[in-house]
């Protein structure tokens, strides 16, 4: 893993957004694995600025999100659907029909996860995953548990995660308490990965990831076993590492 830390979310954003940007100039056909929440908005205000500024086309690249609320409707503000729209994918030139999700409302579960994984698989792999990471230390919405998931799957979320998202939710449409998440297995898949975490309420969490064992009760620690990951942390995220 390396490491890499950085006075502010800012900086780490501008750092990370020229990540995509150059992968998309030496390779308009890019596949990008984007992630959802605070933690990715300066990287992708990054991305729009400079495709904003005629910098770089993101017309060519093929976009594939972690994962998405289930029983939340595709338009409700809070879906992932919703969020990329809204942070991204309305301000950059991308194409809708090459941002691809796992539809967290469809009745078979398991044959959409087969196709999001499937469809993974067809145009050649991720290029560049970009990740949060949660308190409890989740990547996607691989929770902590016993064992390592591999392929796409529906996940039941943690009290921790759910009272970390709730914030984002009212009573009339409470926080939904399932998700279709990418494995940990098809997020090792990806050929590059930038992880990056902000804020002291994370600090625990990337000690556990970079300074424990890989250990399913901490899932990011399995990004360990990745052979090209990058690690973007503030001073408070890296506030407990030796
Ligand atoms: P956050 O979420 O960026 O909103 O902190 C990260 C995560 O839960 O993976």
């Avoid at 750092?15 to 390779?27: P, S």
């Avoid at 469809?119 to 990740?131: C, P, T």
């Avoid at 050929?191 to 309420?201: C, P, R």
């Avoid at 000690?207 to 090209?228: R, T, Y």
Wanted: charged share 20%.
């Amino acid at each position: 893993m390396k490491i890499i830390k950085l006075p502010s979310e800012i900086e780490i954003g501008q750092a990370v957004g020229d990540m995509f940007c150059a992968l998309a100039q030496q390779n308009p056909q890019a596949v990008f694995g984007l992630a959802t929440g605070a933690t990715p908005i300066p990287t992708y205000q990054r991305m729009i600025a400079r495709c904003k500024a005629g910098e770089v086309s993101f017309a060519g690249v093929t976009t594939f999100n972690l994962d998405e609320y289930c029983n939340l409707p595709e338009a409700h503000p809070q879906s992932y659907r919703s969020f990329m729209r809204a942070q991204l994918f309305g301000q950059i030139d991308i194409l809708p029909q090459n941002t691809h999700f796992l539809d967290g409302n469809a009745s078979d579960e398991l044959a959409e996860c087969q196709r999001f994984d499937a469809l993974v698989e067809q145009v050649g792999g991720i290029d560049l995953q970009l990740l949060g990471i949660g308190r409890n230390g989740h990547i996607g919405f691989n929770e902590p548990d016993d064992t390592f998931t591999d392929g796409s799957f529906k996940v039941e979320l943690t009290p921790s995660t759910i009272a970390a998202n709730s914030v984002y939710f009212t009573e009339d449409v409470p926080m939904p308490t399932h998700a279709m998440t990418m494995g940990v297995g098809s997020i090792l898949r990806a050929k590059e990965i930038v992880l990056i975490a902000t804020g002291s309420a994370k600090a625990e969490a990337i000690k556990a990831m970079i300074e424990g064992p890989v250990d399913p009760q901490s899932p990011a620690s399995a990004l360990q076993k990745h052979k090209n990951v990058t690690i973007y942390l503030d001073p408070a995220a890296a506030s407990l590492l030796e």
